[in-house]
């Protein structure tokens, strides 16, 4: 399989609900990154691991919490969330971490919350 | 003022009609600039990289940077049904902790 798999595509979880959605990248890239994208809204970076090491967190609630294993795989940990944080979540990839690497991107975690 | 602005449209024009996107952007920084495509239920694909101003060009689409103008552009010659989609601009400076910055989207709908 190449390119970048999110699973699972579709999520819906209740307030209370511990789920994680996952990221696997086939592309020997070494940053691993996760974006929310919201209607009418620009894609929101929220984590960027480069060799592993987180270089990016954008003030995001700590409700979502991230973990990456290896330079392939890439976590993110969701508990408490409340019905804003209803969104799509994609991850993406790029050979390094610079803002002007080009990304691949998955196709998404379609997340809601009741 | 939005570091990157870009009108969401959407925009709908009949099939071989030629389509121009645009975003401007406040940041004189900026000297990457990107062109993603995002199908409905997919995530987005890069579709034109350029590096500070001029043309770029790649089959029926032109990607071009006014970096006086801080306004960027793509166009889409011969537009087709399979060009319905979102086109997200992002762009990036040279350096420091910035990172990539993506408009909201233009969606597009080509009629045939």
């Known amino acids: 399989e190449t390119g970048v798999t999110q699973t699972p595509r579709h999520l819906v979880m209740g307030m209370t609900n511990k789920k994680s959605l996952k990221c696997e990248q086939h592309l020997g890239h070494n940053a691993m990154y996760w974006y929310k994208q919201s209607a009418k809204k620009p894609l929101e970076l929220m984590f960027v691991y480069s060799l592993e090491e987180r270089v990016e967190n954008n003030s995001v609630p700590s409700r979502f919490s991230p973990e990456c294993p290896n330079s392939s795989h890439l976590f993110l940990h969701l508990h408490t969330l409340q019905p804003e944080d209803s969104a799509l979540y994609l991850c993406a990839s790029s050979q390094d971490g610079r803002p002007n690497s080009p990304l691949h991107f998955g196709n998404g975690t379609r997340l809601t919350v009741t | 003022q939005k570091e990157v602005e870009q009108d969401p449209g959407p925009l709908s024009v009949p099939e071989g009609a030629i389509v121009s996107l645009n975003c401007t952007y406040s940041n004189s920084a900026f000297q990457y600039f990107m062109w993603y495509r995002q199908y409905s239920r997919k995530g987005p694909e890069l579709l034109m990289y350029?590096?500070?101003?001029g043309n770029k060009e790649d089959g029926r689409f032109t990607a071009q940077v006014d970096k006086s103008s801080k306004y960027i552009s793509l166009f889409i010659r011969d537009s087709q049904p399979s060009d319905s989609a979102t086109y997200l601009c992002a762009m990036s400076a040279q350096s420091g902790n910035t990172p990539l910055v993506f408009g909201k989207g233009t969606r597009l709908s080509v009629i045939a």
């Open positions: 350029t590096y500070s101003s």
